[in-house]
């Protein structure tokens, strides 16, 4: 059966749509005829539904997780002379908003297991000047969040989850996004939860929280041409809402295969020497947004990519598509030079950056297309 299998993409997002063609071109059709384009009840209905599967009391839809981000840091008055707590390993967004914001991203190291924040090093890096702590549940996995919530709470800092890639995983059967102060998401079209273009939501249980966020997004203006402070234009679009709502009553199932893919995985590429797959908190429940292993070479000196990125040729070379997330921490990114860390000073991060590969991961995803997969790297491997 492996061999029927030409190659395998690192992801598929047209298999997805093509299952719900019908319902998402009837949605979208009936907005077109509206003319409520921006706002209206189609992004209302979206939020109540958004804030309901999340049990929270609040949701405020916007046009990027990004801009979730830097909503939740307005909100809470984060800026000039304050310090945000977070992770080295996670897509640029997430210290962008922060530096954006005025305020200073610092990095603690993260957990080699799950890729998450290293909770136990957390303490040790609030200062005076800490004002909030941004874990970011990366590729699905939740942060343990019963131990940073009790660390929070310690210091009276507030916490701000970053929960682009990890749309419907918990922790202890609480929904990410509604344990900390407020959840961030992304709707990215390749994310759990993807619309056909752009799209975020913030979620909270503080109305006063939600309203403020609501008054930044509509350029701080809460009437008409009355302008409070200083906001930004970030809105969903109608299309997008409807959208959104269609597929939110499907992805407790498509998370579901994304664990069986997981499962499978785990299955057979912890058998392979020199490969470190991805594994749980106990407590947590990922849905794996990305399938991402460490490989491991006896040759390696140090923390090299070359051989990572020999086998991601292989890979390629038989038809298996992998990504690459992220080969750079943000720690040593050129634009925090002037933050002054070094290289060494967060070890596992920057060991993980040279050992990490993503492998093909979506809910459409085949068995057969696994096999192709598990077996391109036991050869290769072995």
């Known amino acids: 059966m492996i061999q029927s299998v030409n190659s395998v993409p690192a992801f ?30 189609a992004v209302q209905d ?12 609040e949701c405020v839809a916007c046009n990027s997780g990004t801009d979730a981000l830097y909503l939740a840091l307005r909100a809470l008055d984060i800026g000039v002379g304050d ?12 210290t962008e908003v922060i530096s954006a914001v005025g305020a200073t991203p610092v ?28 874990p970011v549940h990366l590729f699905g996995l939740p942060v343990d969040m019963t131990a940073l919530m009790a660390i929070a709470q310690t210091h009276s800092l507030a916490v701000i989850e970053d929960c682009a890639q990890a749309t419907g995983a918990s922790w202890n059967e609480q929904k990410v996004g509604s344990i900390g102060h407020i959840g961030c998401f992304s709707f990215y079209p390749t994310k759990n939860l993807g619309g056909c273009g752009d799209g975020g939501a913030i979620t909270t249980n503080d109305s006063a929280i939600a ?13 008409r041409y009355i302008h409070e402070e200083v906001g930004v234009n970030s809105r969903l679009d109608a299309i997008q809402a409807v959208i959104l709502q269609i597929k939110l009553r499907y992805l407790d199932d498509w998370n579901k295969n994304r664990q069986n893919i997981a499962t499978y995985y785990y299955q057979y590429l912890s058998q392979i020497p020199g490969i470190i797959p991805p594994q749980e908190l106990l407590g947590g429940e990922a849905v794996w947004n990305q399938y991402t292993i460490c490989v491991s ?8 990519s070359k051989y990572r990125d020999w086998l991601r040729t292989q890979l390629q070379d038989q038809g298996v598509n992998t990504m690459l ?16 860390y070094q290289s060494g000073q967060l070890p596992v991060a920057e060991q993980t950056c040279h050992q990490v590969i993503s492998l093909p991961m979506f809910p459409e995803l085949t068995q057969e ?6 077996y391109g790297l036991k050869d290769y491997l072995s």
């Open 211 to 223: 309203n403020k966020i609501r008054i930044l997004k509509e350029h701080g203006s809460k009437a």
């Open 46 to 57: 979206f939020e109540r539904q958004f804030a309901n599967y999340h049990n929270v009391s």
């Open 107 to 134: 990095f603690v190291d993260i957990d080699a297991t799950t890729f998450n924040l290293d909770v136990s090093k957390v303490a040790a890096a609030i200062t005076p000047k800490t004002k909030a702590i941004m």
């Open 12 to 41: 598929d997002i047209k298999q997805q749509y093509a299952s719900i063609e019908a319902e998402v071109n009837d949605a979208v059709m009936e907005v077109l005829r509206s003319g409520r384009y921006i706002g209206g009840p």
């Open 297 to 304: 070479s006896e040759e390696r000196n140090g923390a090299t």
């Open 325 to 340: 997330y992220y080969p750079l921490p943000l720690h040593l990114q050129p634009v925090y030079q002037s933050l002054g």
């Open 83 to 94: 310090e945000v707590i977070t992770t080295p390993f996670s897509f640029f967004a997430t």
């Open 369 to 374: 297309q696994q096999d192709k997969v598990i």
